[in-house]
């Protein structure tokens, strides 16, 4: 069964960090993209970031440049995202996403682009 599992969500206040984690199970993780999309209160669910299988090609969303890291450990299956400076604006539910892709170099940032999607974690920081 393939499943992926968040963790590391939390109450924190601005300007202080977290990592975010996403551990894969019931898939050969190397094969995959991964990607984090993130839905703030009674708002629709975005793109975050997301890294390609050769761990390289990485993409963010323009509010998170230079805050966020995404990372992936093949060796652990596990997906990361390192976010600092963190704003109340970054208050959201953060779910991670995988997709099995032949496509070595390509971060996708459409939801489309992804069929597994974990159950999230709730990241909240007050001012």
């Known amino acids: 069964q393939v499943q992926l599992l968040e963790s590391g969500g939390g109450l924190v206040q601005a300007g202080d960090s977290l990592r975010l984690s996403c551990a894969a199970s019931?898939?050969?993780?190397?094969?995959?993209?991964m990607a984090w999309f993130r839905q703030p209160p009674g708002k629709e669910r975005k793109f975050v970031a997301a890294?390609?299988?050769?761990?390289?090609?990485?993409v963010y969303e323009d509010s998170v440049k230079g805050r966020f890291t995404i990372s992936r450990d093949n060796a652990k299956n596990t997906v990361y995202l390192q976010m600092n400076s963190l704003k109340p604006e970054d208050t959201a539910v953060y779910r991670c996403?995988?997709?099995?892709?032949?496509?070595?170099?390509?971060?996708?940032?459409?939801?489309?682009?992804?069929?597994?999607w974990g159950q999230g974690t709730q990241v909240i920081v007050s001012s």
């Open positions: 019931g898939l050969t993780f190397s094969n995959y993209r």
């Open positions: 890294i390609a299988r050769n761990g390289v090609t990485i």
């Open positions: 996403a995988a997709r099995d892709t032949p496509n070595w170099s390509y971060a996708a940032r459409a939801e489309g682009d992804y069929d597994v």
